[in-house]
């Protein structure tokens, strides 16, 4: 089984970013302590909040297999299922990671989302 970590984009651009997302996102989207999950890139589409306290949670259907983008301000874990309860795919998440464009890698896949992988 495979481990990445999910990348981080340069600090510079990532203040840019910052300023255009608080434009974009509603302010309820992202609580501090939470990884937000997108459908379309960019932080637009539909969105749901995961928290660590939550635990394990399959992600909502709208999201299963069709994350366009995230924002993390929680460590976790993305699961892909491949043979429940034996087999799964893992990316590590950190706190302050987040990807604009994700659909065409881990986000195209994402099943779960859990404390730890
Ligand atoms: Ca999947």
Redesign the pocket.
């Known amino acids: 089984m495979r481990k990445t970590h999910v990348t981080r984009i340069a600090a510079a651009s990532a203040a840019a970013l910052a300023t255009m997302a608080v434009l974009a996102v509603p302010a309820a989207a992202a609580r501090a302590g939470d990884i937000c999950l997108y459908t379309g890139r960019n932080f637009s589409g539909a969105h749901w909040c995961w928290n660590p306290g939550n635990g394990y949670v399959d992600v909502p259907p709208a999201l299963?297999?069709n994350v366009g983008s995230f924002r993390a301000q929680a460590n976790g874990c993305f699961i892909?299922?491949i043979q429940v309860p034996t087999r799964k795919e893992t990316r590590v998440v950190r706190n302050g990671d987040y990807r604009t464009v994700y659909d065409n890698d881990f986000g195209g896949?994402?099943?779960a989302v859990a404390p730890q992988c």
């Open positions: 299963h297999d892909n299922w896949k994402i099943d």
